[in-house]
């Protein structure tokens, strides 16, 4: 069955960077994009960027120059960082698969990262 | 960006009730349109895409409608599983942007 998981951090200092690991299973990265998303009691549901199925990625203009998404299809695995963190970025961090339709079809867990020294 | 505008943040229902979602669209989004629903503690799930087509598993009694702008998520007879949060989301352009959540109470 399709499952994402995700790995990472859930504290980390101001001005340093956050990263996650998103490793698929019931699918392949070849076929697939996948979505960036984060969620905030203040900002609510903000998508932050894509990598798509050939490996080209798009990002949320607000975020393009302190974010980057990369993966390695061999290890079913994206890669999420996104540098010099502030308080305002203390939110929960999910991947999600883009569907056929594009809707984010099946989502990981979700990353609590919490930004605070 | 598409600005999505989900009319009520919250409101109270019963169980059995039929329960109508509104989402407007700064623009046409061409029925690129997602619903999730979400409870606390978990992801979001997709419901529906393209407006009306249902995701597999979901069940029968949700149903999306609209088009151009203005789009809907009907639940009728609403179950106990079904009180959560439900958003919209535009997936015509990019960002891709969503609202704010309608939230399901029960009275």
């Known amino acids: 069955q399709v499952q994402l998981k995700q790995s990472g951090p859930g504290l980390v200092q101001p001005s340093q960077s956050l990263s996650i690991t998103c490793t698929v299973s019931g699918f392949s990265l070849t076929s697939y994009g996948v979505h960036w998303v984060r969620q905030s009691p203040g900002k609510g549901l903000e998508w932050l960027g894509v990598i798509w199925s050939g490996g080209s990625t798009d990002y949320n203009a607000a975020f ?25 970025d203390t939110a929960i961090y999910y991947c999600a698969r883009m569907g056929v339709r594009h809707a984010m079809d099946y989502w990981g867990q979700g990353t609590s990262v919490t930004v605070s020294s | 960006d598409i600005q999505m ?8 229902v019963s169980l059995g009730d039929r329960v109508t979602i509104t989402c407007k669209a700064s623009e046409d989004i061409y029925n690129r349109l997602a619903w999730y629903q979400q409870k606390p503690g978990n992801a979001p799930r997709l419901l529906i895409s393209g407006a009306t087509s249902l995701e597999t598993g979901v069940p029968s009694r949700f149903s999306g409608s609209g088009s151009g702008k203005d789009y809907t998520l009907s639940i009728t007879s609403l179950q106990t599983e079904d009180v959560a949060t439900y958003y919209c989301q535009q997936y015509w352009s990019t960002p891709p942007t969503f609202g704010a959540g309608t939230k399901l109470e029960l009275k």
């Open chain 1, 64 to 88: 393009i120059s302190r974010l980057s998404i990369s993966k390695d299809n061999s290890k079913s695995q994206v890669f999420f960082k996104m540098n010099s963190l502030q308080a305002n």
């Open chain 2, 5 to 12: 505008t989900q009319s009520s943040s919250s409101f109270s």
